[in-house]
């Protein structure tokens, strides 16, 4: 079993630059399947969700090869109506955007479950309504979903703010016949990345950003060529591990504004943030102080960041609590975090975290992607040596992460 070896204790310093966002990769890689034709889609993370949205993507009959270390030429020309693999799409959540995007190019498709990390129940009764308010006929079962039917813009409102179900939407309403609304839209930054790549190939869609998003459909979209948005979360790993360490690093190809609650966040703990125009450089060489996080949707405190701010909370100065309003299981995390020491107390959807003066090396595993990256920003702030074990949840997620912390001077090896 592959495993991190991390030596805690230094602090980070220096310059890391940031990969495209794994979350808006994922959407625009499957948002190809819509119609036929060449793309080339640029800034694309290497990691492990992408390698099997390339391996999907050829076992419906597209061409997906890396032409470059961070850029993928994609051919849908000779894709068929033929349903993915089931343990393939089980693989990674981003397969349910296959659905949204085949539903729209050939009136039909069928597709076993989505995969992705496991924070309880994670429904896809919202992309359901959405196609059938389209005017798809949809059964839903253990096999998975299938949908058929010549879909027609429609209005449609969610339930409740879905990022997923935003984007399925989009795929499958712009070749909808007429205008499609969608209140209650998601405004996550993917959400904006997917609707720009969808009208670089011909799509008209305007709002995306806000919470209504409005889809005038076309006959069909065409090949362009595209450049995914860097990764927030990736980002706020690192502007995390600035200040846990006591260190000073510069995030460098990023949006500030995209993290402006992470930010906010780091501020009010004692953590020294200063933004450039496509830079952020994070000082932690101040005494930290607990604070009170709510996760929400953006452009509130991202859930993705929740486990890194329980990190930092851990080492810092007096009580502070954390609310989970998104999934509801999110802090599987926190019995790791007691391994190393943490005085970490959950009470169902919430935590309480006292800061203890310093973590403790331990073995510990990542018990999902995000999780993951507390552990090691753990371990990086900790005294003496952590092992990290089922690290295929880290570079599922996250590109080169022993190499870049590395450049920042950090003791950390992968073994196995």
Known sequence: MSKYIVTGG????????????????????????????EYTIDNVPDIGDVSVAIELLRSVGAVAEWIAPDKLRINTENVTDVRPPDELVGKIRSSYYMAGAMLARFGHVGIGMPGGCDFGSRPIDQHIKAFEQLGAVVTFGENGLAADGRLTGTEIYFDCVTVGGTMNAMLAACTADGMTVIANAAREPHVVDLANFLNTCGARISGAGTNVIKIRGVPSLHGAEYRILPDMIEAGMYMVAAAATGGCICVESVIPKHLEAVTAKLTEMGATVDELDDAIIVSGD???????????????????????????????????????????????????????????????????????PSLHGASVRAVDLRAGAAMIVAA?????????????????????????????????????
């Open 10 to 37: 230094t602090p980070l310093n220096g310059r890391v630059k940031i990969s495209g966002m794994k979350n808006a990769a994922g959407a625009v890689i499957f948002g190809c399947l819509v119609s036929g034709g």
């Open 286 to 356: 101040k005494q930290l102080k607990a604070t009170k996080i709510k996760t929400q949707p953006y452009p509130g405190f991202p859930t993705d960041m929740q486990p890194l701010i329980a990190v930092l909370m851990s080492i810092s100065r007096g009580t502070g609590t954390i609310q989970e309003t998104i999934y509801d299981n999110r802090f599987r995390y926190s019995e790791e975090l007691r391994r190393m020491g943490a005085n970490v107390r959950v009470n169902g959807k919430s935590a309480e975290i006292t800061g203890v």
């Open 380 to 416: 990086l702030s900790a005294e003496g040596q952590t092992e990290i074990d089922d690290i295929y949840h880290i570079e599922r997620g996250y590109v080169m992460p022993v190499e870049k912390f590395t450049s920042l001077g950090a003791d950390i090896r992968r073994i196995g």
